[in-house]
């Protein structure tokens, strides 16, 4: 069982002389936008408030990085956060967009530290064309993937396993790389977790 302690804000980053030089393992969470990235990362932490959950989509346009620190196993641990823009949100102009695009493949790319991705798909949409064009581009990176599926609770209880199982077919990836998950309901918070924890453990 893994308890937070504490998450803070580090710092906002465009460019990659900006992002914290300290080396702690980091765990990166990509999404399109308004499908519950930020509420997922508040959940995960257990606060209410540390990323803004947007009412309007697609306002982040910057790496915003977070520290929690974690009890695991008696030992005190911190892992790093990155929250990554929102992608597939139509009201950007195309320089925008290509702007956006570099960065996030830079950084996804480039940083050391990276350990793993959450790539969050809305588990009753299912993925969208921008998800499967994400998830290609993430298999070209050194970092491993998450799968999350979120907003579980507007499935019925009897459609959430069967949805979980039917997205990791259709992705092509082992059941053991997709998550349900929920904000509202609480879902799938220590599953994250553990899957995040052996990543950043693996060698
Ligand atoms: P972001 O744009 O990806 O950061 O998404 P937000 O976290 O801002 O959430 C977008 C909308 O989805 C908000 O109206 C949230 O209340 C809602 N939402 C987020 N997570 C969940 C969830 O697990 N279940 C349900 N039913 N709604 C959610």
Not at 43 to 61: A, D, I, M, W, Y
Not at 74 to 97: H, M
Not at 139 to 149: H, N
Not at 155 to 174: D, F, G, T, W
């Amino acid at each position: 069982m893994l308890k937070i302690l504490d998450a803070v804000f580090v710092t906002t980053a465009t460019r990659p002389d900006q992002y914290p030089r300290e080396p702690v393992p980091e765990v990166a969470f990509v999404g399109r936008s308004n499908v519950g990235k930020s509420s997922m990362i508040n959940t995960l932490v257990n606060r209410n408030k540390l990323v803004r959950v947007s009412h309007t989509p697609g306002r982040t346009r910057t790496l915003n990085f977070f520290d929690a620190t974690f009890e695991s196993q008696a030992r005190r641990r911190v892992v790093r956060l990155c929250d990554l823009p929102g992608y597939g949100f139509a009201k950007v102009s195309k320089t925008e967009r290509v702007q956006w695009q570099a960065m996030i493949a830079g950084y996804l790319e480039e940083r050391q530290t990276l350990k793993v991705v959450v790539s969050i798909i809305d588990a009753e949409v299912g993925p969208t064309p921008d998800d499967l064009n994400m998830l290609d581009f993430l298999q070209s990176t050194p970092p491993k993937i998450l799968v999350v599926a979120t907003k579980l609770d507007r499935l019925s209880k009897a459609h959430r396993k069967p949805r979980v199982i039917e997205l990791a077919k259709r992705l092509e990836v082992p059941l053991e790389a997709v998550v349900g998950f929920s904000s509202v309901e609480r879902i799938g918070v220590q599953d994250v977790w553990s899957r995040v924890m052996a990543t950043v453990d693996a060698r």
